[in-house]
């Protein structure tokens, strides 16, 4: 997918029966060619026996579409409805009607059918859902996860809620999910993101007519939406890469700070500084030759940089509140750009008001992000897309809240990030991040663009390092060969 754009399940709703009919179709050919979008994920499988759960809205309606479509290929296949006895109405009620006419049956949900098949449909509940699931469709959704089924998700899992990607109660655990006419914002990022599985979109034919006339809620990108930074000059020299200087490295916390400053040398800065407590500098120095590391004369070290990054290992005592301080003091004044990590982050918390940022990158993960804004971090997780805008938009900054699904946010716009995986779930690895954006913004790229590619750059690189030798066990510093190798790819 490259730079998919993303809708709130309102904006899907208020706008895709205009767009069906600006593109001439009535809605139920749309119930018919989601059907279709769902059996060709089912094909994959190879299924001989299917089981399509339904419950009684139009997410029933792509269900029986679907059910019909699997009997018509000579495949066995059960419908169980949650409610059976619920009467429905408009096309989910003509999709039902069709089913019964093609010799199929509406059965109430047992868990000897879900015993019998090879794979479901979860055709339950669908976006409108925004109240916890009731316990007669929670016991269903509790007996397809606790069975080990491969599962496939019509438009949303069930049980999620399509904005926010957080569980209402609890939802089905899909292998896939299908979503249609826009991707919903709630699918790319935390729960949503590990509910949904494998994320496949079709926009049913009328992709054109609903971007015309839905707002979207942000942006899905990856690798793939970058085209690289551009070769260099044949006569360029270290100075004409940047100078970022990165600062942190309280006593005992040194590997943090070196682990950002390699990463902003393997990602192209042509020339890193650290500043650093002093009991940190050999253990920054050694087997590093190539950086410069001093723990005296800040104001001279920032005069140096074209920019800077501070946090990573700075700690909360009184020389990184000093180290800080002065940080701060000068590039607010100076307007150098800044990326914002780790301890910083929680400085700058205990003192907002004290600072106007302006050409800044926050980059908190969901634990500092709840100090930035005086909430809790579940607040945070249960409502990512609103907290990053409003973290955005107190620090006059552009955020990166880390996580599933990262996001990027510059109180204008969003984008997520479908690069990534557990594998950079270990300590160090936003250090790494840290480094990376540093040296994007030492190359010359806008506040947003590293930001953007830096995010990207990185989750591609627990990707590939993930793919090559498993989840469990990464070192951040795995990392720094694989984003040299993409750093260099120009498309």
Not at 469 to 475: E, F
């Amino acid at each position: 997918m490259l730079n998919q754009t993303l809708f709130s399940a309102e904006q899907v709703r208020d706008n895709e029966a205009l767009a069906a009919k600006n593109s001439h179709y009535d809605l139920f050919t749309l119930m018919q060619r989601a059907g279709e979008a769902v059996c060709k994920q089912w094909q994959l499988f190879d299924a001989q026996h299917t089981l399509v759960i339904v419950g009684h809205g139009n997410n029933a309606g792509d269900g029986y579409v679907v059910a019909r479509l699997i009997m018509q290929s000579g495949k066995k296949v059960a419908v169980c409805a949650a409610e059976p006895e619920k009467t429905l109405k408009g096309d989910a009620a003509k999709a039902q009607q069709l089913w019964i006419e093609a010799g199929g049956m509406v059965s109430h949900f047992t868990k000897d059918a879900l015993n019998e098949c090879d794979i479901v449909i979860d055709a339950l509940l669908g976006t409108g859902l925004n109240s916890a699931v009731r316990d007669n469709f929670a016991n269903i959704i509790n007996a397809v996860n606790n069975s080990g089924k491969p599962v496939i998700s019509i438009d949303i899992p069930s049980g999620i809620e399509a904005n926010t990607g957080q569980p209402l109660g609890c939802a089905v655990q899909a292998t896939s999910t299908v979503t249609f006419v826009g991707i919903k914002q709630g699918l790319t990022t935390t729960a949503g993101k590990q509910y949904s599985g494998k994320l496949v979109f079709d926009d049913l034919a009328i992709g054109d007519a609903f971007t015309c006339i839905a707002q979207s809620s942000g942006t899905l990108i990856n690798i793939n939406s970058f085209k690289g930074i551009a070769t260099r000059a044949i006569n360029s020299h270290k100075g004409s890469h940047g100078k970022l200087l990165c600062v942190g490295g309280n006593q005992g916390t040194a590997g943090a700070i070196r682990l950002s400053s390699e990463a902003a040398l393997r990602t192209g800065a042509g020339m890193v500084r650290v500043y650093t407590h002093e009991s940190s500098i050999t253990p920054i120095s050694i087997g590093r030759p190539e950086l410069m590391v001093s723990s005296n004369n800040l104001h001279q070290a920032l005069e140096w940089a074209s920019c800077v990054v501070i946090g990573p290992g700075l700690g909360q005592d009184e020389w990184a509140q000093q180290t800080f301080d002065e940080v701060m003091q000068y590039c607010q004044s100076n307007k150098i750009p800044l990326v914002i990590d780790a301890d910083a982050l929680n400085l700058l918390a205990k003192q907002a008001s004290s600072y106007t940022l302006e050409q800044c990158v926050l980059t908190p993960h969901p634990g500092e992000a709840s100090r930035l804004l005086s909430v809790s971090t579940s607040e945070i997780e249960s409502d990512r897309f609103n907290y990053a805008r409003l973290c955005a938009k107190r620090y006059n900054a552009t955020c990166i809240l880390k996580g599933a699904g990262t996001l990027i946010d510059n109180a204008q716009h969003t984008w997520v990030c479908e690069d990534g995986n557990p594998a950079l779930a270990v300590g160090g690895s936003g250090d790494v991040l840290t480094g990376i954006i540093g040296a994007l913004l030492a190359q010359g790229l806008t506040i947003d663009e590293a930001a953007r590619y830096g995010v990207t750059l990185h989750a591609k690189a627990g990707d590939i390092a993930s793919e090559r030798d498993g989840q469990r066990g990464m070192l951040p510093s795995d990392l720094f060969a694989i984003v040299r190798e993409l750093v260099n790819k120009v498309t």
